[in-house]
Structures are given as structure tokens and as C-alpha cells.
């Protein structure tokens, strides 16, 4: 294991890398943001990742979410990214359920952290209120067009923060979809690994009309 994950043992030292091993993860959806938190958390060495969704592999799916191959066409997208992850990840244990968040919640299954790569915002607010009541953090990130969001929820509420309605996301490209989940990634692990992050804090990141990267924060309201 030391020889894998030299470069991160370099950088945070042998006993936050071993702590990782000890570590449970969910991602709520394996659709764009799935995909490459699947990839990047699963080859920091957390040892295990539960992967939820209901969906199967579309072709249409395919640019943007780096999991599948066109091959994986009309397969679970969980368990397609499932057989990915352990092609790559040889320290993590990957489960794969072919269900709904509801379906996760039903199993009473303990995790160390909710990771939110879902597409809409009542899935996100029981996310939040499963999240309160179960005492676990949890990471949400969404991306649109050329922008998108994200926040390690504590005490604020999404549904104070956010108007939730059915509303579904416009037109997107890969590449944006990589940065949202990366930043997410890199929360998760600062918090897995025992070191600072700034909770209850919105980062819209976006490129504007004339292609400069922005990057805002925003403090939500916790009372």
C-alpha cells in the first residue's frame, strides 16, 4: 500500500493514509459528479465506497460521465462504475446498490460521509434532513452550463437555503462537471482525513462571458 499511495503518503504522511482504510463513504448518484468522485475517492484509499443509483447507462450519458464506456450501454450505472472502481482501487471495498436514496436509507447503513451527485433538489433536501437526523456530514455539489456549486453542510438547512422544486438542470459539458466534483473530492478529504474545512459555506465557481474562472463564497444562514 505504501508504494500505491507514495505521492499522498508525501503529502499528509503514513497515518492520515492509513486512516482512510477506516473510512465509509456514499455517493447519492453515479451519473457526471459520481463518476469522478467515484474515481478520485476511490484511488485516495477509502476503504469502502457504497455507490447508489437506479438508473442504467445511456448513451447520452457517456461524454460527460467518465465512468462508462459505450460499451456499458444499458447497464446499472452503479454497478458499471462498480466493476470500474475495482479495476483501479485495489485497497477499496466497493458496494453497489441498483435502488433510490430511499432505498440507501431503508438499510440503515453507517457512513462517514454523504457525498450528494444528484441532479435535483428534493433528492438534495432529503439528503439534508436524512443527514441531520443520522449526525452525518454531508458534501452537495451540482453543475450546470458553465457553472456550479458546492457546500459541506453542517447546521445550515438546504431547504432554508434553497428553493426546492423539480426544476432540472440545463445543458452541460464534461469538463465543468470534473471541477464541481473535484472540489468536492478535496473537501472530502480534508474532512476524512482529520484536517480543517470550512463548513456550511456555498462556493459558486463559474466562467463568465469572457472565460475568466470565478470563484464566490457565500456564508448560509445556520439558525
Not at 48 to 61: M, Y
Not at 139 to 155: A, L, N, P, R
Request: glycine residues 8%.
Amino acid at each position: 500500500m505504501e508504494e500505491y499511495f507514495n505521492r499522498q503518503i508525501q503529502l499528509w504522511g503514513l497515518e492520515k493514509q492509513q486512516s482512510l482504510q477506516d473510512k465509509h463513504i456514499v455517493i447519492i448518484g453515479c451519473g457526471g459528479l459520481g463518476c469522478s468522485l467515484g474515481i478520485a475517492l476511490g484511488a485516495s484509499g477509502i476503504g469502502k465506497i457504497t455507490l447508489v443509483d437506479f438508473d442504467e447507462v445511456g448513451v447520452h450519458n457517456i461524454h460527460r460521465q467518465i465512468g462508462f464506456t459505450t460499451a456499458d450501454e444499458g447497464v446499472k450505472k452503479s454497478t458499471a462504475l462498480k466493476k470500474l472502481l475495482e479495476s483501479r482501487c485495489p485497497y477499496t471495498e466497493i458496494t453497489a446498490i441498483d435502488g433510490s436514496f430511499e432505498d440507501f436509507t431503508s438499510m440503515n447503513i453507517d457512513v462517514d460521509l454523504i457525498l450528494d451527485a444528484t441532479d435535483n433538489l428534493p433528492t438534495r433536501a432529503s439528503i439534508d434532513s436524512y443527514a441531520k437526523q443520522s449526525k452525518t456530514p454531508w458534501i452537495y455539489g451540482s453543475v450546470e452550463e458553465f457553472h456550479g456549486q458546492i457546500c459541506y453542510f453542517d447546521k445550515a438547512s438546504f431547504a432554508s437555503s434553497f428553493q426546492v422544486t423539480d426544476r432540472k438542470p440545463n445543458g452541460i459539458a464534461c469538463p465543468i462537471v470534473m471541477n464541481i466534483a473535484s472540489i468536492q473530492a478535496n473537501l472530502a478529504i480534508k474532512f476524512l482525513i482529520g484536517d480543517e474545512v470550512t463548513k456550511d459555506t456555498l462556493y459558486y465557481f463559474f466562467y463568465d462571458e469572457m472565460g475568466v474562472i470565478n470563484l464566490q463564497k457565500f456564508k448560509l444562514p445556520t439558525s
